[in-house]
């Protein structure tokens, strides 16, 4: 049983970085072929795929917000960190960490909620 758990701060301030963690169970991040993604919905609104780190450690990341976007991982800890620079309260929403999440086999995490706020 492949499980994803999403942890860290729900509360982070305008202009500081947003650094949330995806621990992973069940499965190895570093088993090809598969992508472990970040995705968000901000409140009210749609999905937002955000990015994700594939099995051999390659980085793809939205346009939209790939100047404030990091993606990492720690195979030792079999887990995928997110790092989203200077954020706004626009960056309000809940965190998702995913496994191939258009793909039939997919898995998610149940969602962090990460709020901006002074």
């Known amino acids: 049983q492949v499980q994803l758990q999403e942890s860290g701060p729900g509360l982070v301030k305008p202009s500081q970085t947003l650094s949330l963690t995806c621990t992973v169970s069940?499965?190895?991040?570093?088993?090809?072929?598969?992508?472990w993604n970040w995705i968000r919905q901000p409140p009210g609104k749609g999905l937002e795929w955000i990015g994700y780190i594939t099995y051999n450690g390659i980085t793809y990341y939205s346009p939209s917000l790939k100047s404030r976007t990091s993606i990492s991982r720690d195979t030792s800890k079999n887990e995928f960190t997110l790092q989203l620079s200077s954020v706004t309260p626009e960056d309000t929403a809940v965190y998702y960490c995913a496994r191939d999440p258009l793909n039939s086999n997919n898995y998610w995490g149940r969602g962090t909620q990460v709020t901006v706020s002074s």
């Open positions: 069940g499965a190895s991040i570093t088993t090809a072929s598969y992508g």
